[in-house]
């Protein structure tokens, strides 16, 4: 071979050699680079586990803090088996609002922190201190004062109203005496001119007598209210004091026994014979009805007064029984015996039969053998008899400090007319 020749194979092997030489050169710079970034990208994946790892072991211990709490609240006590500190009721709602959001009260939060607070030596006061509040005067609640309304609230008791429909007489003695001419003369019958006259019966005449009786109250207050309080105390206890003997002598005239008291329409027997006249006692009129007031009845009942009464006659009975005798209904049509319109539209006066209806808490309600409706002429039928008036006496001695306001009343009451009064029973 030329050596021309055999230099260029020789040149040519030193430049395939260079281009291996290059190629290692540059495969083992990718290979450490790839490496290096294999390397890397494992150690960041195990970092990764890591970090997964230990979210889900937080994630386990929430859990199981939560099922420790739902055990709680279903054994509705701590997790020491007693009840539910301000605390636990606090993790409760907690648990709520962790779970769907629930809103928790601002007072059982602060509750909750105060329960935890106990044991950080710092109190709920110490705390509140921080801010300006109504509701501790030394922080403010001097400067929010109350605007009280010289106007008061009060309560209205219901009574039974027989000072305005009876007759209401003064003595100044302890009773009084009326005479009952209640008899009548006896007749001989007819005769003739030469027949012979007998002696007849004389009318006889009764007495009645009306004794007054005493109540009384003795209600005290410190002089130091009555000084201080900015209005008439004095006034205002005595005004209670009178409506709560007038109630009660209220009761009394109607279902009063008599003994110590007045004597009540409700207290006297019933005639032995219907329609027959009785000194001393009062006429029933049946209901129609076992346990129930009927039409019929209150037509019945009005009925038996006699005509020289019912100029001023009226009804008496509860408020409850007008609600059960508006009620009533024609057999026929169906209709309201009482128009309702005519209740609707506000009647001056409430009518019953054409007759003036008086409400008095104190009749009985309806109910089988009850005589829960009167009707007559009650300022003809019955007397209320007072002494004088209302006696104060106020008393500033016997207990130093103290006054007593000692009041008294005198009154007594009676049937004076025994046909002038009706009562209906619940009867069939």
């Given at each position: ?348 006066q409430l009518l019953l039969l054409g007759k003036p209806v008086v409400f008095a808490s104190d009749m009985p ?64």
């Open positions: 071979m030329p050596e021309a020749l055999i230099k260029k194979v020789g040149e040519l092997a030193d430049l395939v050699q260079a281009v291996q030489d290059k190629n290692t050169s540059l495969e083992k710079k990718y290979d450490g680079l790839y490496n290096e970034q294999i390397t890397d990208l494992s150690k960041k994946a195990a970092d990764i586990a890591g970090e997964v790892e230990q979210v889900n072991r937080e994630k386990a211990d929430q859990q199981k803090r939560l099922d420790e709490l739902e055990k709680k609240l279903a054994r509705g006590v701590n997790g020491a088996g007693e009840q539910k500190s301000d605390l636990d009721i606090y993790e409760e709602k907690l648990l709520g609002y962790i779970r769907s959001g629930k809103h928790i009260d601002q007072e059982i939060a602060k509750k909750g922190l105060m329960g935890y607070l106990g044991g950080t030596g710092i109190s709920a006061q110490d705390l509140e201190q921080k801010t300006m509040q109504v509701g501790i005067n030394p922080q403010g609640g001097y400067w929010v004062r109350p605007d009280r309304l010289s106007k008061m609230v009060t309560r209205n008791f219901e009574t039974s109203p027989m000072r305005s429909v009876a007759t209401v007489i003064t003595t100044a003695s302890d009773h009084v005496e009326l005479i009952i001419d209640d008899d009548e003369a006896t007749s001989g019958g007819w005769v003739t001119e030469t027949s012979t006259r007998t002696n007849t019966a004389e009318p006889n005449i009764g007495l009645l007598q009306i004794y007054t009786h005493e109540q009384y109250a003795e209600p005290k207050i410190t002089q130091k209210l009555l000084d201080d309080a900015g209005f008439d105390v004095a006034a205002w206890l005595q005004g209670k004091i009178n409506n709560k003997l007038g109630r009660t002598e209220n009761t009394a005239f109607v279902s009063g026994d008599g003994a110590g008291k007045p004597r009540g329409i409700l207290d006297y027997a019933a005639w032995a014979s219907a329609g027959t006249y009785q000194r001393n006692a009062l006429e029933q009129i049946n209901s129609g009805s076992a346990a129930a007031i009927t039409a019929d009845g209150l037509i019945s009942l009005q009925n038996s007064l006699q005509e020289i009464y019912q100029a001023g006659a009226g009804f008496m009975m509860k408020r409850e029984s007008w609600g059960e005798v508006i009620k009533l209904k024609a057999s026929t049509s169906g209709e309201y015996l009482i128009d309702p319109q005519i209740l609707r539209n506000g009647a001056g309600a309806i109910a089988a053998a009850a005589l829960p409706i009167a009707y007559g002429n009650f300022g003809i039928g019955y007397h209320i008899v007072d002494k004088v008036g209302v006696t104060l006496i106020r008393d500033n001695i016997t207990d130093k400090g103290r006054v007593k306001f000692y009041t008294s009343k005198r009154t007594g009451g009676a049937v004076t007319n025994y046909e002038a009064i009706k009562l209906q029973v619940v009867s069939a």
